[in-house]
Each structure stands twice: as C-alpha cells, then as structure tokens.
C-alpha cells in the first residue's frame, strides 16, 4: 500500500517536471542553415584602425543575440542559434569576410544587452533589440532592419472576445519581467490584470491552464508560441505598438554603424534579407517578408 | 537619487511581499516540520516511513522544481491556487523539511533518560513529547533553525521567476528601464534582503542565548 502512493506521488512530480517541457516545436529550421548561407566576401577593404578592419583582420567576430527565441534565435542541436537575428548577423559578419563557423555567439537576455556593448564582451547585438532613447544614451544602434509590434495571444477560438489592448481590462494579462510590452501595459492599460513571469513560455503554460486570459509581447514572439502549440493558440493580430529592432553596438563607433547601416540596405535591395526572413521567422508564421523598412541614420 | 524617488513605491511593494512571503511560509515550516519530526520518533511505523518520505523527497527536490509542481502541476488536476498562495506552499513545504531534520537532531540531543522518565511518571507519547521532549529540542537547535530561516528568506526569490513580484523581480524590471543604474539597482535590492536577514541574525543570536541548555 505504501509502495502504491509512493508511486503515484513520484508519478504526479514527474508529470509536472515534464510539463516544463513542452516549449515550442519550431526550431526544425535546419534547411536554412546550410543552403541559405549568406555569400563571404573574400577580397574585402577597410579603412586602417576602423572597427571594420579589426575584425576583418581577426577574421572573427562575437555576437550577442537571444537563445530561447523561435524564428529570431534559437539554439539548434549544434549549439548554434537559429532565426532571423542570427541570420542578419551572419549576413553582417560575411561582409567582413568572415566565416560564419567564425562567429563567437553568447547568449545576451534582454536585461544585459546594454552591458555585454559596454563592457566589450560582445561586438555586437542582434537581439530583438527595440531602438529606444533611454538606450541610446548607453549605446548606439544601426538599422532598424526589422519593426515588430506589440500582439497579443489568446486560446484557440478567443473565447473571452479579446480584440485590442482595451479589452483586457479585468483580464489577466501575462508578460515577462522586465520586459517593454509589460511596461507598456503597465502605463497605458493600468486596467488590466499583469502576471510576470521570468520566460514566455510560462506564459504559454499558464494560459494552457487559464490561470491567465492572454499573453502579450511582441508579434514575432508570440508566433513562435503559437506555432509551437497551433491547436492551442492564436492570435489576435492586430499590432498596437511600433518595436522597431537595431543593431546595438559601442556608443560613438559611427564608422561601424554607418558600414551596417549599408550592409542592411543592399541586403534590403538585392533580396538576400528577404530570403533570409522566408527560410527563418517567415517558415514558422507563414507570413510573406514584409517592406523593409528605413535605415536610421540618426 | 532620481532613480530611487521614482521607484520607491515599487521597491517598497516588493520588499513587503517578500516579507509576507517570509513570515508566511516560515510559519508554514515551522508548524509542517515540526509535525514531521514528531511522526519520525513516534512509535507508529507508517507515520515514520511517511515523514522520512516526505523530507527526503522535498530535502532532494531543487525548489524551482517544487514551485513548478505546484503553480503549473496542479492546476492540470483542477487545483487552482492564486500564484502567492502558491508561493508561499511552495517555499514553506520545501523549508519544513529542513525544519523537521534540523529539529530531529535536537531531539537526538535529549537524553533518553529524559523521556524513559516521563514514560515512568504516567505521560502519553504525546503529552511526553509536548512537555518533555520538544522544549528540550528545541532549545538545542535555535542555531541550525536560525540557519534555516535566514536561507529560506533568500529562497523566497525564486518566486520572482513563477509570477510573484517580490525584491528580485525587481531586478530585471528596473535593470532595463534604467540600464545606467544597474548597481544601484543591486544595491537597493541586497539593502531589502538585509533588513529582514541581519535583524534576523541579531535575534536568532539573542534567543539562542536567552533559551540555551546549560550541560
């Protein structure tokens, strides 16, 4: 007899270890990886004591970019990130010529971005890194290469009629801590309910169990969740913010920004950023690349 | 200091729910690890083989993975609890058996002649732990439990990451809307855990010295 509740206990415990488990399926992105390899310059020419040439002469690169974030950068099996972050990072790095078996990645989350620049630890940051004032003061950007904006997502079927941001008012709202989407709602729906988690995929998991009503963040993110759970979610798809993501690199380098600056247009112009949205973030949510939008070269 | 009069409030929440996060679920261990220890001494073998059970399971469980159990676990049984309610189950069933061993040892530490004579005199099992027994252990152990307490007011912040916004929930909140002031950020943060821990100390110390057995 007591052998049997030892069992069912154990049983119970391991059935909620593995619920941590279920984090989306969308990293089956291998395709891309090797037949969309952006081109490596070989004969390539920078101007002496530039950020350009140190790095093209070391033939390496670090690059700080997200780990846990289908369509923009998740770690594959080998340890390396896949998505559309990664790409553009990798399409960056092929202009200095270098390999992208060259490229160092770290892992930057959303609260150390600013720190990793800083500090020196990475050269850059591709992260769905949203351009904002209070970060230019610590930091420059270079792009935007991409604009997202602030989704939400419900269960299948939206059975609490959510449409826009005014409706979850009395609602449970998760987010992550920390997080601009959190604080947008924060100042300008104080209405509605937060519940902040550490990760997204909490979030997915508390709405699964309707301890929350919706989970909002950017669109990019939440379609990640969505394909990862198809029958379980959906969005509402109705973006009400502008998140427009930059590079983010050392403060006054404008040499460097000014040469991402370039590489993001004629990557704009000749296609390769497109291919590079079709066979990343695009595969997950379906979606046609959208226009590109404008370089800011503030 | 700008940033310090704007976010005062918050810090201010967050303190006081690790507080309450505190005291909540040390009440919890306490009441839960001394009922175990109990059960581990009694002369009922069940009730010994269910507490010797339960304190290995929750003594070798990192608690992240007792938090898990009980926010996301539960609710697919249809047992829903609010997530500080949870919080505080989580912390206070993980630290009781903590608790119950810290306790055990003390009542190690009473001789047997202790409790062989108040057997002698007539007293229950239970009147001769109550009377006897506990007083003894316990006074024995106010170091280790006070070891415990100040380690499990530290374990509290693993509910920031299961939707409970106490002291380090803070951190990342303020770490990235204020990217310049991550020390001070820090600071204020390790400032909060200090005005619960370092009392703490002063009075654990003060009590140990007040109740301890002259051998």
Redesign the interface.
């Known amino acids: 007899m007591?052998i049997t509740r030892?069992v069912a206990?154990l049983a119970?415990?391991s059935?909620?270890?593995m619920?941590?488990g279920c984090s989306s399926d969308a990293g089956n992105q291998a395709e891309q990886a090797a037949s969309n390899a952006p081109a490596v310059e070989t004969a390539v020419e920078f101007p002496a004591g530039s950020t350009m040439a140190r790095l093209s002469d070391a033939g390496k690169i670090t690059i700080g970019t997200k780990f846990d974030q289908p369509g923009f950068g998740l770690l594959n099996p080998d340890k390396v990130p896949e998505g559309f972050d990664a790409s553009v990072a990798t399409l960056i790095a092929g202009k200095l010529g270098i390999e992208p078996s060259d490229i160092t990645w770290v892992e930057t989350v959303?609260?150390?971005r600013?720190?990793a620049i800083t500090e020196g630890r990475v050269d850059m940051v591709v992260a769905t890194y949203t351009i904002n004032d209070?970060?230019k003061?610590?930091i420059d950007f270079a792009g935007p290469y991409y604009e997202a904006g602030q989704d939400i997502m419900v269960k299948k079927g939206n059975p609490l009629a959510i449409t826009g941001p005014d409706a979850l008012a009395g609602k449970n709202v998760?987010s992550v801590?920390?997080?601009?989407p959190?604080?947008n709602i924060r100042t300008k729906y104080p209405e509605a309910k937060l519940?902040?988690?550490?990760?997204y995929s909490?979030c997915a998991?508390?709405l699964t169990?309707?301890?929350v009503d919706a989970v909002t963040t950017d669109n990019v993110i939440l379609t990640g969740l969505v394909a990862g759970n198809p029958d379980g979610f959906e969005l509402v798809g109705k973006p009400f913010t502008k998140e427009p993501y930059g590079i983010g690199i050392k403060k006054g380098d404008d040499d460097f920004r000014t040469f991402i600056n370039d590489t993001l247009e004629a990557s704009f112009e000749d296609g390769s950023w497109a291919k590079a949205w079709d066979a990343t973030a695009g595969a997950i949510s379906g979606t046609p690349a959208p226009t590109p939008p404008t370089v800011d070269r503030y | 200091m700008q940033f310090f009069s704007d976010n005062l409030p918050l810090l201010r929440d967050a303190f006081l729910t690790t507080l309450g996060l505190s005291l909540l679920s040390g009440l919890l261990a306490l009441v839960l690890g001394t009922l175990l220890a109990a059960m581990r001494v009694s002369p009922v073998p069940?009730l010994r083989?269910?507490a010797t059970?339960y304190v290995e399971?929750f003594r070798n469980?990192p608690l992240t993975?007792v938090f898990?159990?009980i926010i996301?676990?539960?609710?697919?049984?249809d047992f829903?609890v609010s997530?500080f309610v949870g919080a505080v189950v989580s912390v206070g069933m993980y630290t009781a058996a903590f608790v119950a061993e810290a306790l055990r040892s003390g009542i190690n530490a009473v001789g047997p002649g202790q409790a062989e004579a108040a057997r002698a005199i007539g007293l229950t099992f239970g009147q001769s732990l109550r009377e006897v027994v506990l007083p003894q252990a316990f006074r024995t152990v106010v170091p280790p439990l006070g070891n415990v307490w100040i380690a499990m007011v530290k374990n509290t912040s693993i509910a920031?990451?299961?939707?409970t916004?106490e002291l380090a929930?803070t951190?990342?909140?303020?770490?990235?809307?204020?990217?310049?002031d991550?020390l001070l950020i820090l600071l204020a943060v390790v400032v909060g855990y200090m005005l619960i821990t370092v009392p703490s100390a002063y009075g654990i110390h003060h009590i140990e010295r007040r109740v301890a057995i002259l051998r």
């Open positions: 007591r030892h206990a119970v415990l059935a909620g270890v619920l941590s959303s609260a150390n600013e720190s209070k970060r003061q610590l998760c801590e920390g997080s601009t959190a604080e519940t902040l988690f550490d990760v909490k998991d508390a169990n309707g301890q | 069940p083989g269910l059970f399971t469980t993975v898990f159990f996301f676990g539960l609710p697919q049984i829903v997530f920031a990451g299961f939707a916004t929930a951190l990342p909140r303020l770490a990235n809307a204020n990217a310049g991550i």
